[in-house]
């Protein structure tokens, strides 16, 4: 079984106004929990991170945090919350990060390339805590009881998909994800594959068709080619994420509303929205 609480839904940059509080305006980061008492599994680390951190110091109050976190890509919006996590901000504690391979560098020196003077206030191994790089851009890792596989996916530059099995319980993450730039709907078998039956698909739907026509080979996906890989992948409920800054609430309930109502009974239908929790498993 595993619980997932989504803490930042949008892609790009963060937003904030009256007319995207309900849906949320942080950027991406999803927490991913097996069995009780299981270190938490995080899907990216964009500005919602520093408030699942703030959730967590409370249950790592008596002892050191450890956990994973599992980084698509190394794309701002995914990797700006990670200086402001409260539990890596003490003595002991220890993150591992997953990342994908970098041509010709090392992911933590990408990474330390952000998050040092004069760009931010101090470098990451300034830090109290302990962050492990471990650069992988396909196979299987373990983690407690979660199995995560891991698997390239197209984006703009080097990009992983995840997937989290535990207990009868799974969910594939697909945060950022190039549709055809001829707006088809083709989709890998890799990336079915990935998907294949999984009880939650959280997958990249940032534009509509317009928009989609305009950024064709920006690195992301329409919700009727998200509808697709969970159908072609028979995915059980499909969360549609990776939200555009200049969509409001209105908007994104407006497309869910529209899309679930195209694929029937065939497929649930969800928009991801900050403090969404979801179960899946027995």
Known sequence: MLDITFYGVRGSTPCSCDATRGVGGNTSCVLVRGHAGSDPLILDCGTGLRYLGRDLMAEFDDRPFKGVALLTHLHWDHLQGLPFFLPILSDGAELTVVGPEQPGSELGDEIGSFIRPPLFPVGLDELPGSIIFRAQCRGTL????????????????????????????????????????????????????????????????????????????????????AAEVALRSGARRLVLFHHDPSHDDAWIRRVTAELQQRVGDRLEVLAASEGLSLRSGT
């Open 142 to 225: 373990t983690f407690g009881t979660s199995t995560v596989t891991v698997q390239e996916v197209a984006h703009v530059g080097a990009t992983n998909g995840y997937r989290i099995d535990d207990g009868g319980g799974s969910v594939a993450y697909l945060s950022d994800h190039q549709q055809p730039s001829d707006g088809s709907l083709d989709v890998p078998e890799s990336v079915v594959e990935l998907c294949r039956d999984v009880d939650v698909l959280i997958h990249d739907a940032q534009y509509d068709a317009e928009e989609f026509a305009g950024k064709s080979t920006w690195g992301h996906s329409t919700p009727d080619y």
